[in-house]
């Protein structure tokens, strides 16, 4: 069985659990005695998928906090859950985190750390004449859903490019579609390329023979951008201190454990798609996936500014500008870090 028809099946497993897990957590309010966290099942959440599944996280908070995982495949249904109560802690991109603390209740919804820097990439088709922006006239280019980290580096990547979507007036056709669409109309050809975060963009190239144009990061200053963010709710944040402290430190161990043992990595994140999604990924697309990431606790602050300046100026934060003052929380301290960053129209 193809890596992308595995992983299309399992999404659909994944997305009847969500559903559920939704409604049985929706309006729940008591925390006492339990954490509730979420994440993908993909290798961009490599922290907590390996954390929990080696018991780091365990260790850490003890036998007197029950830790509650909950998989979902979309930043806006994590965002959603945390609203309702039924998420404390998550693994999400920088613009389910920036909307998600825009429009929480008194900015509820903070940034507790980093998690992965970089892991997306631009895909050509291999029967695609794709060679650099300037052959993107009239191509039908693919990326994930409306306002997510890898649309709006596309559409940002356009207009630095002196180019347009179709629906704006210009000649390039955009699709905003979910990555197992993507991997099925790259099948059939019916897309010229992609916008991608791992392992997607290691599928279409090593399954699909796909030509990897070029990897995000080297849009970026220092090739860095944050991609995973971990973030809470400040509410339990605050009742919660020592739980949330011992999280950030395993959240760091795991991350040193990751960075120091590659291959076991690989072999305990494929025992986890093995139990969660039925089946693994190949040792090549796991291993290419790793090495297009940086896992890491530095949220990268800068990347979150700079996103968000972009998104404001597809129109995506709202019609009076934006604010993200208080965006980042620092526990040690119990307070609020000094960065500030504003904007209005």
Do not use: C
């Not at 850490?60 to 404390?88: M, N, R, W, Y």
């Not at 039908?140 to 940002?156: F, K, M, T, Y």
């Not at 990547?157 to 099925?184: A, C, H, Q, R």
């Not at 993200?324 to 209005?344: A, C, K, P, R």
Request: glycine share 8%.
């Amino acid at each position: 069985m193809k890596i992308g028809s595995i992983i299309l099946t399992g999404i659909a497993a994944v997305a009847i659990l969500l559903i559920a897990g939704i409604i049985a957590g929706s309006g729940e309010t008591t925390h006492e005695n339990k954490i509730r966290v979420a994440y993908f099942p993909n290798i961009g959440h490599a922290i907590p998928i390996i954390g929990m599944e080696k018991g780091i996280f365990e260790n850490h908070i003890g036998a007197d906090t029950k830790i509650e995982t909950k998989l979902f495949d979309s930043g806006p249904q994590v965002i959603e859950s945390l609203f309702a109560g039924s998420v404390d802690i998550a693994y999400v991109g920088p613009g389910p985190a920036i909307n998600g603390f825009l429009k929480s209740e008194n900015h509820n919804v903070k940034i507790l750390s980093g998690a992965a820097s970089g892991g997306a990439s631009f895909i050509v088709h291999p029967n695609s004449k794709i060679n650099s922006a300037a052959d993107f006239t009239g191509k039908r280019i693919a990326a994930p859903q409306i306002g997510n980290s890898q649309d709006v580096s596309l559409r940002n990547y356009l207009s630095e490019n002196g180019l347009k979507p179709v629906e704006k007036g210009g000649s390039v056709i955009v699709l905003n579609i979910p990555n197992p669409d993507i991997y099925t109309l790259f099948t059939k050809s019916e897309i010229d390329a992609a916008w991608v975060p791992e392992p997607w963009a290691s599928i279409l190239v090593l399954e699909l023979g796909g030509k990897r144009l070029f990897f995000e990061e080297e849009l970026w200053p220092e090739k860095k951008f944050a991609s995973v963010l971990l973030i809470g709710r400040e509410e339990y944040v605050q009742e919660n201190l020592q739980v949330i402290k011992g999280w950030l430190e395993s959240n760091q161990q795991t991350i040193d454990w990751i960075n120091e043992n590659p291959e076991e990595t690989r072999i305990i994140f494929n025992q986890f798609m093995k139990k969660t999604m039925g089946q693994s990924l190949s040792d090549s697309v796991i291993d290419e996936s790793l090495s297009n990431l940086e896992i890491t606790s530095d949220p990268i602050p800068n990347s979150i500014s700079t996103f968000a300046q972009r998104a404001d100026s597809l129109g995506y934060l709202g019609r009076h500008g934006y604010n993200l003052d208080g965006i980042y929380l620092d526990i040690n301290s119990n307070s609020q870090t000094e960065e500030v960053f504003t904007t209005h129209d």
